[in-house]
């Protein structure tokens, strides 16, 4: 169980914008982040570069408020959705752990393990068969645990 009042240092919890939800809908939209830094006080959001939600304003920019448009907004950009994943996985693979449990959210994760866009198909390289069917045989559930190993080429 996660004790958000812990001091323990030696693991670090790690925030990263690239690694939330899909925004689509008002309710993938992120609070302030005074508010999540208070919130979560063990946390570490220096990656959080902006105090508001700027994933959300790019979309709210283009199709206008949650009222009047009710559909999906980043699920419909391939585009935008490579580009947030790829700077997802490059700051995964930057980081100088060699074990990380990584938490998320299920359309993102399915955007990059299971893409339905051609742009997002080479993002990740499945090793095996049995790693792929693992990955993409079933959607991703709330609450599921996936574990994999991910191979750096250098």
């Known amino acids: ?23 689509n809908f008002l309710c993938d ?8 830094e208070k919130s979560y006080s063990r946390v570490d959001f220096n990656n959080i570069l902006h105090d508001t939600d700027p994933i959300w304003e790019h979309y ?3 199709h206008g408020c949650y009222k009047t448009h009710t559909t999906i907004r980043e699920s419909d950009d391939p585009m935008g959705l490579y580009n ?19 938490v998320g959210h299920s359309a993102f994760f399915m955007h990059n393990f299971m893409p339905y866009f051609d742009e997002l198909k080479m993002l990740v390289d499945y ?28």
């Open 84 to 102: 947030r994943s790829h700077s997802a996985w490059k700051l995964l693979l930057n980081r100088p752990e060699k074990n990380l449990a990584l």
């Open 60 to 62: 709210e920019n283009i």
């Open 1 to 23: 169980m996660y004790d958000n009042n812990n001091n323990d240092e030696s693991v670090p919890f790690v925030a990263h914008e690239e690694w939330r939800e899909t925004v």
């Open 127 to 154: 090793g095996d068969d049995q790693v792929k069917e693992l990955m993409t045989g079933s959607k991703f559930g709330n609450c599921e645990l996936r574990s994999v190993i991910v191979d750096v080429p250098r």
């Open 29 to 36: 939209s992120r609070r302030t982040k005074p508010t999540l």
